[in-house]
């Protein structure tokens, strides 16, 4: 009984002898999480987030002629809620006209003024001929009188005959000279009116504009559909209160929610992945559970600056497939742009790579009992993977963090990297300052030779007794 009693403690040592090495190994480190080499399909994604977007929309805008009138912006008084469901022909919004108005009423006065300047310039006109007329038949009873009076001189004396006749020449010759001006006249004036009267008609026809524009103030739908507000130049909606420009006076849009586009923009070192006809994945913030289908349809060729961003981008347009009620504009979509398929590959996970000098990319690879520091060559990535083109097999099993005590480790290099790693920058070691003795070792010279340590200095004086001393030894 003593005997299986003491078989019995002895096994009970042994098993706490056992769990105590097993839950000290686990508590010195983290527990091990290891990951697998594997082959099959690979994707090279391109992780995104976009703004879905209707393909085709009607523009609802307000009054875009008012640049001819220098106005430049307006502001919106009024306008219905974004969502609203709309008909043709009901309310949108209303902006402000007070300026306008202002320069309605200056242009009123401006064609007051027009109309009596047109209407002086005529009775000018009037007056003008009315006088040219009249002296036109002055000169003319002048020649007959003259006429009358050389035909009654012809039993005068030549000379009065002669002068007679003169006079009726310089009667004749002052009619017709009358006449030539008349006419003259009569032209500029006509042209003075057509003129006065071209203007009068410019300003009627600005007014008359100006009065049918007004009207274009209170903002109707064109077309039934969805009030989706426009965007200023920041990105943010418009409301009410905020102001348009006139070189762009959209205040919404009424989307086609048939046909619906994610927009999203890709920075540029990803975006020479990207081309047109590329299948996407697509994912909505609103609704998790919702997996859609897309093809990429625009890529931008040229990159811009978005704000609050230091990185340029480019537009990226995706087509959703299909149509459903459920999308409305302004959504969040997760996109994965689908940029190329490998049928078979090598790959392993992100996290289990690591770099030294940014040149030697390696991993812990498990092998039995031991763990190997190993250097490997890596292809293309995804937001998960990278393909493995040299340094393990499929089926190897690595670490996804660092084992205990093998930082420091050698890593285990490859050939298919050789020429290809940054060289590290050699360490220039610092000379001693100072003179190499014969046995190797270095005498440091001070910097300053003039200066010597405080024991040394010594006054004047001892230093001449001294020089004195030194003489009469050597004598």
């Not at 102001?243 to 070192?269: C, F, H, R």
Request: net charge neutral.
């Amino acid at each position: 009984m003593n005997k299986k009693n003491g078989l019995i403690a002895i096994g009970v040592v042994v098993v706490l002898v056992i769990a105590y090495f097993l839950i000290g190994r686990q508590s010195d480190g983290a527990a091990e999480i290891l990951a697998t080499v594997k082959r099959g399909p690979f994707k090279i994604e391109i992780e995104t987030t976009g703004e879905l977007e209707a393909k085709n929309s009607v523009k609802i805008t307000g009054p875009s002629a008012l640049r001819e009138f220098r106005i430049n912006q307006l502001t919106i008084l009024t306008i219905v809620d974004e969502g609203t469901v709309v008909k043709r022909g009901d309310l949108i919004a209303t902006l402000d006209r007070s300026e306008f108005f202002t320069k309605i009423k200056d242009k009123e006065i401006e064609l007051e003024k027009e109309q009596a300047e047109f209407t002086q310039t005529q009775l000018d006109t009037t007056l003008v001929l009315r006088e040219a007329r009249d002296q036109l038949i002055n000169l003319r009873y002048a020649v007959e009188e003259q006429s009358i009076i050389l035909e009654q001189s012809k039993f005068e004396p030549p000379a009065t005959i002669k002068q007679a006749e003169i006079n009726k020449e310089k009667a004749s010759r002052a009619y017709e000279q009358a006449q030539e001006n008349y006419k003259i006249r009569k032209q500029q004036n006509v042209a003075k009116m057509r003129e006065q009267s071209a203007e009068l008609r410019k300003v009627q026809n600005e007014y008359n504009a100006m009065n049918e524009l007004s009207q274009s103030f209170t903002i109707l739908a064109p077309e039934p559909g969805m009030v989706i507000y426009a965007r200023g130049w920041d990105g943010k909606a418009i409301k009410g209160g905020s102001q348009i420009g006139t070189w762009d006076p959209t205040v919404a849009t009424l989307p086609d929610l048939t046909t619906m586009v994610s927009k999203t923009y890709i920075n540029e070192v990803d975006v020479r992945k990207v081309k047109p006809n590329q299948n996407v994945e697509i994912g909505l913030d609103a609704y998790p559970d919702k997996k859609l289908t897309g093809v990429v349809t625009k890529v931008a060729n040229v990159g811009e600056q978005r704000p609050n961003s230091d990185a340029k981008v480019f537009l990226v347009e995706i087509v959703i497939n299909g149509s459903d009620p459920s999308l409305r504009p302004a959504m969040t979509t997760s996109n994965k742009i689908i940029a190329n398929v490998i049928d078979s590959a090598l790959f392993l996970p992100l996290e289990c790579l690591h770099n030294h000098l940014d040149s030697i990319t390696y991993v812990f690879k498990k092998d039995g009992m031991n763990t190997i520091k190993q250097e490997v060559m890596i292809g293309e990535r995804n937001a998960n993977d990278a393909i493995l083109l040299a340094g393990l097999s499929e089926g190897d099993r690595l670490y996804l963090s660092v084992p205990k005590g093998m930082e420091d480790a050698d890593v285990r290099l490859i050939p298919e990297m050789d020429g290809k790693r940054r060289k590290e920058d050699p360490k220039v070691e610092e000379k001693p300052a100072g003179r190499i003795m014969p046995d190797g070792s270095v005498m440091t010279m001070p910097t300053d030779r003039t200066a010597k340590p405080d024991g040394d200095k010594k006054p004047a004086g001892e230093k001449q007794e001294g020089r004195k001393r030194g003489a009469k030894a050597n004598s």
